[in-house]
């Protein structure tokens, strides 16, 4: 996100690139009145540059030739596909249900996966627009199992995912994931709901799962 200080450096490079520009082809300077609205200027920029990034960026009018990044906010519904065999009845499980909670802005993305069990948050990421003209959402997570399930049955673990995006407005997202575990499976993020959940069993309730 810009800061207010990287704003102003913008605008006074402007300034002093456009002076120095006239001043080089012999047009006439204007006075120091010229740069004393700058505080002002800086403001208003500040402003807009803060409600674009935060809500403007999503708007259809924006989108494709001015905004280039699909709009992925809400609460996702999540079916994960695990080849994890359990070593005590050498079969393996079956699809586990999640909720995936996205908030979004134009310059940033945060994912928070929630299971009965665990929950995970991404540590980075990344958003690009693939050849075929569908968007890909890449990244490395960090996965914190209930504190009474770690040294037991699970723990602290981080993985990878890339899915694609599907969609304007979008409304499917999918593809694989793999741990540091060994293991490796499938995600489909659907029914997106627009409302932000915290916990599991709130989103859960909702869903009527």
Known sequence: MLTRLHISSFIALTIAVWLIALWVQGM??????????????????TFFAMIFNKYAWSWGIFRGW???????????KVE?????????????VPPIIAYAVIRQSLTSLSLRLMTKESRSK?????IEKEDDGLFRLAAIYRNEPKIELQGDR?????GSFSLDIHGTPVELIEGHYWTDRGTKGSM????????????????SSNYGS
């Open 188 to 203: 489909k993020l659907t029914e997106k709901k627009s409302k932000l959940f915290d916990t599991y069993e709130q989103a």
């Open 122 to 126: 991404l540590i980075a990421h990344s």
């Open 154 to 158: 699970s723990e602290i673990h981080h």
């Open 66 to 76: 001015y905004v280039n990044r699909p709009d992925l906010r809400g609460t996702w």
């Open 28 to 45: 006439p300077v204007l006075s120091v009145d010229f740069i004393k609205p700058f505080s002002i200027v800086v403001g208003a920029i």
């Open 80 to 92: 994960l596909k695990s080849n994890w065999i359990n070593p005590e009845t050498n079969e393996g």
